[in-house]
């Protein structure tokens, strides 16, 4: 299925120009049919406080079945005027003008910052270009769904197989990187440096200035677990630190 779609958006390059003869796109325009919309929408929990972003909207399917079926609201990016007045007139058409808007820009450039909900399907390279735009600018905790190709060495954090494709499926994670300290409930200090790779993080840790065994971490957006032991001991405690104004504060 893979070669299949890879078939595909080869026999589009011909149409990397729009019918401005001057506009190069950074993809051709391949629709996702309906039910690889819903997929996608299901995989990153869209919902009414949501707002979707979709680089590369071609003629706003996406965002507008977001609007109908899941009320959230949404921002399409597409470099090809003629694809950004064709998804205006079918939100019309479909009664959802006033939730969705549509944007004739460069994905590259465009401010994605507000977005809860990031849609792609767009070739890999691309995918791989764009992850720095999407990790620095992006809140952690945005989600990213790709349909088809994925963003390098950067792992999905879930990913989906439907109709003999792969959705993916990443979390925005914290900046964590560096050292944090924080006290227990009853006053012990701990403390940790922690180097990170995207959602994968390691270290060392102490507690009251003695070294620990930093048993697990795991990152999912702002919020970073912990399981902290002493070898010997046996004894392992958990902590749930949130990242937040640039800093990891302890929640439990």
């Known amino acids: 299925m893979l070669k299949d779609i890879l078939d595909d958006l080869e026999s589009f ?24 919309v819903e997929a996608m929408l299901e995989l990153a ?22 609007a109908r079926h899941r009320d959230a609201r949404g921002i399409g990016i597409d470099i090809d005027p003629v694809r950004v007045a064709d998804a205006m007139e079918l939100a019309g058409r479909m009664g959802v003008e006033y ?11 465009v401010d994605i910052s507000p977005a809860t909900v990031v849609t792609l399907y767009l070739f890999p390279d691309i995918n791989v270009r764009l992850r ?7 809140r952690p905790g ?3 769904v790709s349909h088809a190709f994925d963003m ?3 792992k ?14 990443w979390i925005v994670p914290a900046q964590v990187a560096g050292t944090w300290e924080w006290e227990g409930r ?47 001991a046996g004894s392992l405690e958990s902590f749930t630190l949130k990242f937040a104004q640039g800093k990891l504060k302890s929640v439990r």
Do not use: C
């Open 99 to 109: 939730v969705v808007d549509f944007i004739e820009g460069d994905m590259f450039e």
């Open 13 to 36: 390059a011909a149409d990397n120009f729009s019918d401005d003869p001057d506009l190069f796109l950074h993809v051709p325009f391949v629709p996702s049919d309906e039910n690889i």
């Open 152 to 154: 390098g060495d950067w």
């Open 186 to 232: 009853d006053g012990t200090p701990f403390r940790v440096e922690l180097k990170q790779k995207f959602q994968e993080v390691e270290g060392r840790a102490w507690r009251g200035g003695r070294p620990i065994s930093l048993a697990e971490a795991k990152l999912q957006g702002d919020r970073l677990e912990l399981l902290l032991g002493d070898g010997e």
């Open 132 to 138: 720095p735009r999407l990790l620095s600018e992006l």
């Open 45 to 66: 929990e869209v919902g009414p406080k949501d707002l979707v972003y979709d680089l590369g909207s071609g003629d706003g399917r996406i965002l507008i079945h977001a």
């Open 142 to 144: 945005t989600r990213i």
């Open 156 to 169: 999905p954090d879930d990913v989906l197989r439907l109709e003999g494709t792969l959705l993916y499926k």
